[in-house]
């Protein structure tokens, strides 16, 4: 084998999704492994719990398929283990002794899919990728706070169902996510997914886009063109942003939803639709009604349940366990061991708003470990935002010296040089941050350059 085939395997087998099988049946677990690595899947096995954490630890897979009847331990208490611990590790529960209870207490505890034996390794491939998809795309759900938590609660109990579900959320928090994982969890998951953003297309061709067209419907239109509609046929279709509809389009959308009916421009006949509508918005439409920019009735067509996204700055410690995430989502992507959070930079993390929510973090993360040169990642690494969010050190906080608390006018020193070291000496802007001019600011640094 060539130096270069070589290399090319050797990448193959580190891009094949890694599955770890948790089985008792060692029989069983052989021919299912060895079906798993001729379909393309990289393969470790556990026989029990113990051997799972190992497992977990050592080969860090993306799936985790789970016996839910082991000879020494339970399969779904091994599952609510990894989910409280690894929540975005799809896990797909296999049994021979098939009941509702035991599917219902599966999906309560979270994992993605549930195989009945005996199945066939087709049947093994398609949960595999299916939940892999959803796996790869689950960051935005994870938390533990309790908006969290809500959040997922919901989308697991509306999922399944054919209800038109309004996502409403700042930019940045994940809603194509959350109308990603309603689908995908669906019965509509082998269906086509189609997202449309409504923002991002000109008022003058919004029409054509969602409802098709036929040739000569307008100039330019020289063949006849299926829109989204029928484009999500059998599946879902997702209207991102869609407080930002055209006012003259929102009543032939809110005949769609009616009729399940659509004309393409230029059409004489309607045609059936099969669709789910997911919207999703950043904007108030309720306000929106009230200030006849939305039209009423569309808005309760749309609003048949409601979800909503929480900001970064409401998910508390949900930021760190994202970070950690992102973290290792990269470390994946380019193959290497990445800069560990520091202290200093879980404080920043912690401390910053988010404006910019999930995204905003994700992309702080991104700068912060190519930035970063050691075992660490850098403050200064971080954008200037976020830098400016960290806590006050342990040195800036009260603290006695020679049994004597400090002086207000100490506390106000410290806490001023901390601004300056943040700000990298940049009188403007720690100024900007104390709230001071930067006159006042030369002025506290001269009297206190005097008095020592």
């Not at 556990?46 to 016996?67: G, I, N, Q």
């Not at 004489?268 to 039209?295: C, H, Q, S, W, Y």
Request: charged share 30%; aromatic share 4%.
């Amino acid at each position: 084998m060539s130096d270069g085939s070589a290399h090319d395997e050797a990448a193959k087998i580190r891009e094949a999704p890694r599955i770890l099988l948790v089985e008792d049946e060692d029989d069983a677990a052989e021919m299912l492994g060895e079906l798993l690595r001729g379909s393309g899947y990289r393969t470790a096995h556990a026989r029990d719990m113990e051997s799972a954490r190992a497992r977990l630890r050592d080969f860090s897979p993306h799936a985790v398929l789970c016996d839910v009847v082991l000879d020494k331990s339970d399969g779904l208490a091994l599952a609510a283990e990894i989910r409280s611990t690894r929540p975005t590790l799809p896990i797909v529960a296999m049994t021979g002794y098939a009941s509702v209870e035991r599917a219902v207490t599966a999906l309560r505890l979270g994992l993605t899919d549930f195989l009945v034996k005996p199945f066939g390794i087709a049947e093994v491939d398609r949960a595999l990728r299916r939940v892999l998809r959803i796996g790869a795309d689950l960051e935005a759900l994870v938390g533990e706070s309790e908006a969290m938590v809500e959040l997922r609660s919901s989308v697991a109990q509306l999922a399944p169902s054919e209800t038109t579900v309004l996502i409403e959320g700042e930019s940045g928090t994940g809603k194509e996510l959350v109308a990603q994982t309603i689908h995908q969890n669906s019965p509509r998951a082998d269906g086509p997914l189609v997202s449309v953003n409504c923002a991002a297309i000109a008022p003058t061709l919004l029409e054509s886009e969602l409802f098709g067209h036929v040739a000569g419907a307008f100039t330019d239109a020289e063949t006849s063109r299926d829109g989204l509609f029928a484009e999500a046929n059998g599946g879902t279709l997702f209207l991102d942003e869609v407080g930002e509809l055209p006012l003259a389009l929102q009543p032939k959308l809110l005949r769609a939803l009616q009729e399940r009916r659509v004309r393409p421009v230029g059409a004489f006949d309607e045609m059936p639709i099969d669709v789910r509508i997911v919207a999703a918005t950043n904007r108030d439409l309720e306000k929106d009604v009230e200030a006849g920019r939305f039209r009423a009735d569309l808005f309760y067509r749309l609003n048949v349940v409601r979800v909503r996204v929480p900001p970064l700055r409401e998910r508390g410690s949900d930021v760190l366990l994202l970070a950690e995430l992102f973290i290792r989502r990269l470390e994946r992507a380019r193959n290497r061991a990445l800069p560990a959070i520091s202290e200093e930079v879980r404080d920043a993390l912690r401390n910053h708003s988010w404006p910019g929510n999930v995204r905003e973090l994700q992309n702080c993360l991104e700068r912060a470990v190519t930035l970063s040169r050691g075992d660490w990642m850098e403050l200064d690494a971080l954008p200037e935002a976020v830098r400016k969010a960290v806590e006050l050190p342990a040195a800036a906080e009260p603290q006695e010296e020679d049994g004597e608390p400090l002086s207000l006018r100490d506390l106000e020193r410290r806490y001023v040089e901390h601004i300056l070291r943040v700000n990298e000496g940049n009188k403007t802007a720690a100024a900007r941050v104390l709230g001071v001019d930067r006159r006042t600011l030369r002025r506290m640094l001269q009297r206190w350059s005097t008095n020592g």
